[in-house]
C-alpha cells in the first residue's frame, strides 16, 4: 500500500502485514520524520484506497506546529551552501543560499531565486537545509522536478547531487568556508562551482 505525507508529500509504502489489523496506522516519514496518521476504509467492493487523516488545526496549533518544523532548520555554521546552473538558458549563474529555505522558480514569478527558463514555474521548487542536509521539494511545477531522471515530489540530496527544473540542470555544493573546496562524496568528483 501506498500513501503521500501530508506535510511534505513523500511517497510511503506500507506493507500488508503492517497495517492489517491497525486502525488507524501511525507511521513516521522517512523524509520530514513527523508521525502520520492513516485510516483505511472497510474492506468491502472496490480498489483499495488510503485516507489521510488531517484534522482541522486552530491556527495557534499550527503556528506552534510550524515553529517546530522549521527550528530544524539551519545553515552549517563552517559550510556555504551554493546553488549553480551547469546547463540551459542560465547556464554559469550561481547563487549562495541565504537562508535554510529558499525557492527557486523563473524570472517573472515570486521565487527567491529567479532563473531565466521558460520551462519553469515561477514558483518551481524549494531547497530546505537541515544542518548538513538538502532537502528538494517541488512545489507542484507544471514541468516536474527530476532527480537522476525521476520524476519527484521531495528528495534528499548529496552535496554535489544534480537535478532537473525545466530545461535547466542545476548542482547543489557545501564548501567548507576555511578552504573554499566543494565537499564530496566518497568517491565524488568536483563539480562546476
Not at 513523500?10 to 492513516?38: F, G, I, K, Y
Not at 527557486?104 to 514558483?123: F, H, N
Request: hydrophobic share 35%; proline share 8%.
Amino acid at each position: 500500500m501506498r500513501a503521500n505525507c501530508p506535510k511534505c508529500g513523500a511517497s510511503l509504502h506500507l506493507h500488508d502485514d503492517e497495517v492489517a489489523n491497525q486502525r488507524p496506522v501511525q507511521v513516521r516519514c522517512w523524509m520530514c520524520t513527523s508521525m502520520v496518521s492513516l485510516d483505511f476504509p472497510s474492506t468491502d467492493s472496490g480498489p483499495p484506497t488510503i485516507t489521510v487523516k488531517s484534522p482541522r488545526k486552530s491556527k495557534a496549533s499550527i503556528m506552534v506546529s510550524l515553529k517546530s518544523q522549521t527550528t530544524t532548520l539551519a545553515l552549517p555554521p563552517d559550510k556555504i551552501v551554493k546553488m549553480s546552473v551547469i546547463a540551459g538558458p542560465s547556464q554559469g549563474t550561481q547563487c549562495e543560499l541565504s537562508r535554510p529555505l529558499m525557492t527557486i522558480g523563473r524570472v517573472g514569478g515570486s521565487a527567491d531565486i529567479k532563473l531565466d527558463d521558460p520551462e519553469m514555474s515561477g514558483l518551481h521548487c524549494a531547497i530546505e537545509v537541515r544542518r548538513d542536509a538538502i532537502l528538494l521539494h517541488d512545489l507542484n511545477s507544471r514541468n516536474g522536478t527530476y532527480v537522476d531522471n525521476s520524476r519527484v515530489v521531495a528528495a534528499r540530496l548529496e552535496p554535489t547531487s544534480q537535478f532537473r527544473i525545466g530545461s535547466s540542470l542545476l548542482q547543489m555544493s557545501m564548501i567548507s568556508k576555511t578552504n573554499e573546496t566543494p565537499e564530496l562524496p566518497p568517491g565524488g568528483t568536483p563539480g562546476v562551482i
